[in-house]
């Protein structure tokens, strides 16, 4: 069993950044896939960002790739989303997601079980 707890969001103008934290638990935090996904009003949740268990390998969506980058530390069972040079286009809600049958991580919100609360993005233009 893994709780998630996402923080960082707020508002920001474009240009700008943020940095989301996911606070996890469980011992076996640090064998899931984790990931990033995002929520805007009106749209379906979409995928932002995975990482594998070890940290070594990540992938983000082209939307956001050079802008958004993925990282943990599963020492403090951790995972974080830099985010830089924003856009309107980013508001969302952003949610913190884990895998344990994918430990490699996944692009498909299906394959997620534990999420969290959700944390809100506002870019001003």
């Known amino acids: 069993q893994v709780q998630l707890v996402e923080s960082g969001g707020g508002l920001v103008q474009a240009g700008g950044s943020l940095r989301l934290f996911c606070a996890g638990s469980?011992?076996?935090?640090?064998?899931?896939?984790m990931g990033w996904f995002r929520q805007a009003p009106g749209k379906e949740r979409e995928f932002v960002a995975t990482?594998?268990?070890?940290?070594?390998?990540?992938y983000s969506a082209d939307s956001v790739k050079g802008r958004f980058t993925i990282s943990r530390d599963n020492a403090k069972k951790a995972v974080y989303l830099e985010m830089n040079s924003l856009k309107p286009e980013d508001t969302a809600v952003y949610y913190c997601?884990?895998?344990?049958?994918?430990?490699?991580?996944?692009?498909?919100?299906?394959?997620?079980?534990?999420w969290g609360q959700g944390t809100q993005v506002t870019v001003s233009s």
């Open positions: 997601a884990a895998s344990s049958s994918y430990s490699s991580g996944s692009y498909y919100s299906q394959n997620y079980k534990y």
């Open positions: 990482i594998d268990w070890s940290g070594d390998n990540a």
């Open positions: 469980g011992h076996t935090f640090g064998s899931y896939g």
